[in-house]
């Protein structure tokens, strides 16, 4: 199993970037796959998931402004994150595999897979 970020880097207040995440040998579970946020000092937490019937969560902190998508045919998930801000800076990793998911989307932890993390540095 590998789960392989892209995309991070640095960019101002009000920026876009868009993450990738190449994901192999692992089929798409129920709960799906998503992206989770470590900001330094702070705990791990879930950014956004997409499920096997297409549910979409978000963080309120990111909602509106994040979108969350997967292309099957090339087994990638992708975030497109918009009007960003320095809180958005963080670690971003995705992950496969929750322990559980409610039907909103949100997930159980702990998580059986995650990529090695992509750097997001949002400055003003």
């Known amino acids: 199993v590998r789960l392989a970020e892209s995309g991070g880097g640095s960019v101002q207040v009000g920026g876009s970037l868009k993450l990738s995440c190449s994901i192999s040998?692992?089929?798409?579970?129920?709960?799906?796959r998503g992206w989770y946020r470590q900001a330094p000092g702070k705990e791990r937490e879930l950014v956004s998931t997409?499920?096997?019937?297409?549910?979409?969560f978000y963080a309120n902190s990111v909602k509106g402004r994040f979108t969350i998508s997967h292309d099957n045919a090339k087994e990638t998930l992708y975030l497109q994150m918009n009007n960003l801000k320095t809180e958005d800076t963080a670690v971003y990793y995705c992950?496969?595999?929750?322990?559980?998911?409610?039907?909103?989307?949100?997930?159980?932890?702990?998580?059986?897979?995650w990529g090695q993390g992509t750097e997001v540095t949002v400055s003003s």
């Open positions: 997409i499920n096997k019937g297409g549910t979409k």
């Open positions: 040998g692992l089929f798409f579970s129920d709960c799906g």
């Open positions: 992950a496969a595999d929750p322990a559980g998911c409610a039907r909103d989307g949100r997930w159980d932890l702990p998580v059986q897979f």
